[in-house]
């Protein structure tokens, strides 16, 4: 009876798991078949190739240089959007006149296509007539238009900025939904016992909202990792492949080259790395709530 109980669970998420992993696991295989195959630039398997597309990836500096900036890129706008989210997650958790306003302003951007949103990131940022430099040169901040995209490294610098301002509606939303669902009861005997704001969130809001920010720190790994709108709208991995990641890398390989064999090999890369980082992420938390469950344990037996 009870390994019936057990097993129900299982069996009753058995249809979705073997839907998702024909819709995952049948793109991945033929990505890896095209991975060593031989590949016309009209998409034409012309025959096996073996590991000679990953040894032509691996001797390209331009797959190291991309590689090097994909982790920066993922790396800063992931932190910067968690840094910047859970404040403002917090205050839109408050009570105040005002707040179904300011979370709708908050979500708006959200709403919007990526695409859309680099190509007016694009427009501001223009070094002639953009509105970026129109506003700074009004307020004599600056006395001469700068050319924000002209450069690999600003330009880089100002996609790592929009991408962080893009990602925090997203992020926001999950924390709110965390942030609401905090039991009441250790703030207010917090309170009594004349803890102060700061303390509240060190011992309390930060150690219950760890769930949450495990699952914002994942999908936004995933989703920051592969994004292509922000830097290809913007500068299209320019200038002089100075702002190009992995993505933009194989999208130029794949539709500007041809060489459909190569971007193929770069895609499953791609793809190993993010599925090593979450079975890795996800088992080093598992790991830390069994530890900290045992420490409990041990403390509550003393």
Known sequence: MKSTLRSTPLLMILPSLLLAVLIIGYPVLDLGWTSMQEVSRFGKLMGFSGLKNFSEV????????????????????????????LPVAIMLNDDFYGRSVARVIIMLPWAISLTMTAVLWRWSLNGRAGLINATLMDLHIISE?????????????????????VSIPFTTTIFLGGLSSLPQDSYEAAAVDGARPLEMFRHITLPLMKPFINIAIVLNVIYVFNSLP?????????PANGTDILVTYLYKLAFRFGQLGKASAISLIMFGVLFVFTIAYVFLVMRQESDNLAEEQVINDA
């Open 58 to 85: 691996f001797a390209d500096p331009l797959f190291y240089a991309s590689l090097g900036r994909t982790v920066i890129w993922t790396v800063v706008v992931v932190g910067g959007t968690l840094v910047i989210s």
């Open 145 to 165: 238009p700068v050319e924000w995209l002209a450069t690999a490294s600003l330009a880089f610098t100002v996609e790592i900025l929009v991408g962080i301002l």
């Open 230 to 238: 922000i830097i290809w709208v913007m500068t299209e991995g320019g």
